[in-house]
C-alpha cells in the first residue's frame, strides 16, 4: 500500500525564517501526493497537490512543495513564514486502484512560527 | 466553494448510546468519506461511499456504520458508543472518476464518550 511519513512532530521557526515541513513518500508507480493544513479545531483544508509535469508545485497561502524522485521526498515550504501559519500540517498520498478512493495521511506535524 | 458540512462541532454522549454525525455536501460529489483523526496517528479512514448506496469499509470499520441514502448527505453510526470512540470525526467527500482531484473536509464534529 502507499504511505507517507512525516518525520517531524514538530517545527519551530521565527516569522519571516524560512518554513519546511518533511514529508516522504513509498509508492508503487507515479504517487499522487497533497499537502492540506488544518488550524485548531477546524477541519483540513486543501494546500497543493502533486499530479505530474513540474517538480515544483505551488498552492494556497503561499506555500510550495517540491517532488523529488530519487529522494522520495515532497517537502513543503514556506521562504517567509507568518505566525498565522502556525498550525498542523498533513502529507497524503492517494492509492493505487483498486483502492483509489483513498488517501492515506501521515501523523502530522504541528508548526509553531514565533512572533 | 465547495461546502462540507458536519452537523455538530462538539458532542457528548454516554457509553452505549447510539450516535449518529451527519455531513452534507453541496457539489453533487460522487465520493465520501468518514476519517477518524486522533493524535499522533494522523487520520484514519472509517468507510468510504461512492455512490448512493454504495459503501465500503475502510481501514477501521469495527463499532461504525454509514447510510447514504442522498448523494450530498452521508452519515456515520456508532451503534454503542465507547470510551474509545472518543475522538474528532471528519467527513470528506471528492469528485469521483479521476485520481488527480483532491479531497474537501468538513469542520470536524469532536465526540466524547462518557
Known amino acids: 500500500a502507499q504511505s507517507v511519513a512525516q518525520p517531524e512532530d514538530q517545527v519551530n521557526v521565527a516569522e519571516g525564517n524560512p518554513l519546511t515541513v518533511k514529508c516522504t513518500y513509498s509508492v508503487s508507480g507515479n504517487p499522487y501526493l497533497f499537502w492540506y493544513v488544518q488550524y485548531p479545531n477546524r477541519g483540513l483544508q486543501f494546500l497543493l497537490k502533486y499530479i505530474t509535469g513540474d517538480n515544483l508545485v505551488k498552492g494556497s497561502y503561499g506555500f510550495e512543495a517540491e517532488f523529488n524522485k530519487s529522494q522520495t521526498s515532497f517537502h513543503l515550504k514556506k521562504p517567509s513564514a507568518l505566525v498565522s501559519d502556525s498550525a498542523l500540517y498533513f502529507c497524503?498520498?492517494?492509492?493505487?486502484?483498486?483502492?483509489?478512493?483513498?488517501?492515506?495521511f501521515g501523523a502530522g506535524t504541528t508548526v509553531t512560527v514565533r512572533a | 466553494d465547495v461546502k462540507v458540512t458536519q452537523s455538530s462541532r462538539y458532542l457528548v454522549k454516554r457509553t452505549g448510546e447510539k450516535v449518529f454525525l451527519e455531513c452534507v455536501q453541496d457539489?453533487?460529489?460522487?465520493?465520501m468519506f468518514w476519517y477518524r483523526q486522533d493524535p499522533g496517528l494522523g487520520l484514519r479512514l472509517i468507510y468510504f461511499?461512492?455512490?448512493?448506496?454504495?459503501?465500503e469499509k475502510g481501514d477501521i470499520p469495527e463499532g461504525y456504520s454509514v447510510s447514504r441514502e442522498k448523494k450530498e448527505r452521508f452519515s456515520l453510526i456508532l451503534e454503542s458508543a465507547s470510551t474509545n470512540q472518543t475522538s474528532m470525526y471528519l467527513c470528506?467527500?471528492?469528485?469521483?472518476?479521476?485520481?488527480?482531484?483532491?479531497?474537501?473536509f468538513g469542520q470536524g464534529t469532536r465526540l466524547t464518550v462518557v
Open positions: 457539489m453533487d460529489h460522487e465520493n
Open positions: 470528506a467527500s471528492r469528485s469521483g472518476g479521476k485520481m488527480n482531484t483532491e479531497a474537501f
Open positions: 497524503a498520498v492517494r492509492d493505487i486502484p483498486p483502492h483509489d478512493y483513498k488517501l492515506s
Open positions: 461511499s461512492y455512490d448512493v448506496k454504495m459503501k
